[in-house]
Each structure stands twice: as structure tokens, then as C-alpha cells.
């Protein structure tokens, strides 16, 4: 049996490789997510840096690293610095479509593999009170946006096009075939 390794301690990712019927270790790569450049390079490259960060001491695993990013225009939102931030990604989110890129990479020993997916999000318009609220909740501090829409986030989209799972860090499907050909 070939080992899986991912690259990350974020309990979604976990929950979603988990849903695939993976079996798997969990290894974070604590590697300094900066987010500049193209929103796409950007999330891919992260993805590429965690796994290969994890990978070089596990050189006889498959690694899978993964990011995500909001994107609102041009402007690319990481996890809030602190809850002043986090407010104010959620007030500019309020009534608007933005994407949601997941970059992946999976480093097996034959070679690499990477990909994205993009989903479309719309917010609701919302209040600067249920902003303050969800704020208070932590909940928005560890990810992309300051939101969970798996979580007390989904309160606020309006409408998604594209893969829930995408916007949750980790497209299920297209995550699921590669892992598949690589694992079998």
C-alpha cells in the first residue's frame, strides 16, 4: 500500500480526504503563506511549496499540499491578520461575486502533479452587526476570506458556482481522480 501524506493540519482538508476514502497522515508543512503574483500561480505555487516542504522528508510518500485563496478584483485575500481585518474582507465581500482558487500539488515518486479549481461566490449584501457577530465566533481567523462556507459563513452566500469543495480547500472531485491514479 502507498502512503498518502497531506501537507496541512486544516481540519477541512482533512475532512474532505477523509470523505474520499482516503487513508492518510497528516503532516503540516508550516510554510509562510505569501500571497502575491497572479491569484492562479499564486494558489499553485503555495501548493507546490507545502508539499514539496513535506515531501523532501518523505521522498517515498505521496504528498499532497494544497492553498486557498479569495479573490475580490485583483485583490487576493489570505487568512484575516487579526478581526480588524477580517472585517473588513467581510464588509467588501458584502452583495458581490469573487472567486475562490484552490491550488494543489501532489509530489509522488514519479513526478508531480498540479492543478486548481476556481468556484464563483456571491454574498448576500450583510450588516456591519452580522459582521461583528461572526467575527466574535473566531471562526473567520484561519481562513481564506474570513469565511467558512462549511461553517457559520454559509449564512452569508447568497450563491456558488462552481465546487463547494473548491471553496471549502479542496476540490473533492478532480482531487479524488488524480489521487486515484497515482495511489492505484
Not at 74 to 92: F, Q, T, Y
Not at 113 to 131: C, G, M, N, Q, Y
Not at 162 to 176: C, E, I, S, W
Request: one cysteine or more; charged letters at 25%; glycine letters at 8%.
Amino acid at each position: 500500500m502507498k502512503l498518502l501524506v497531506l501537507a496541512s493540519e486544516s481540519k477541512r482538508r482533512v475532512q474532505i480526504l477523509s470523505m474520499l476514502g482516503f487513508k492518510f497522515l497528516v503532516i503540516p508543512s508550516y510554510v509562510e503563506e505569501k500571497h502575491t503574483g497572479a491569484p492562479v500561480l499564486t494558489a499553485r505555487r503555495l501548493a507546490f511549496k507545502k508539499a514539496f516542504t513535506v515531501w523532501k522528508d518523505y521522498k517515498f510518500a505521496t504528498v499532497l499540499g494544497a492553498d486557498t485563496i479569495v479573490v475580490l478584483g485583483n485583490r487576493i485575500m489570505g487568512k484575516p491578520l487579526d478581526r480588524a481585518d477580517a472585517k473588513g474582507m467581510l464588509i467588501s465581500l458584502s452583495g458581490k461575486w469573487h472567486r475562490v482558487i484552490t491550488g494543489v500539488c501532489v509530489i509522488h515518486p514519479g513526478g508531480t502533479l498540479s492543478f486548481h479549481d476556481t468556484a464563483w461566490v456571491k454574498f448576500r449584501p450583510i450588516k456591519e452587526e452580522e459582521v461583528e457577530e461572526y467575527v466574535a465566533t473566531e471562526e473567520p481567523m484561519d481562513k481564506a476570506g474570513a469565511y467558512a462556507i462549511q461553517g457559520m459563513g454559509a449564512r452569508f452566500v447568497e450563491k456558488i458556482v462552481g465546487d463547494f469543495y473548491t471553496v471549502m480547500g479542496l476540490p473533492a472531485n478532480k482531487t479524488y481522480r488524480v489521487l486515484r491514479r497515482v495511489l492505484d
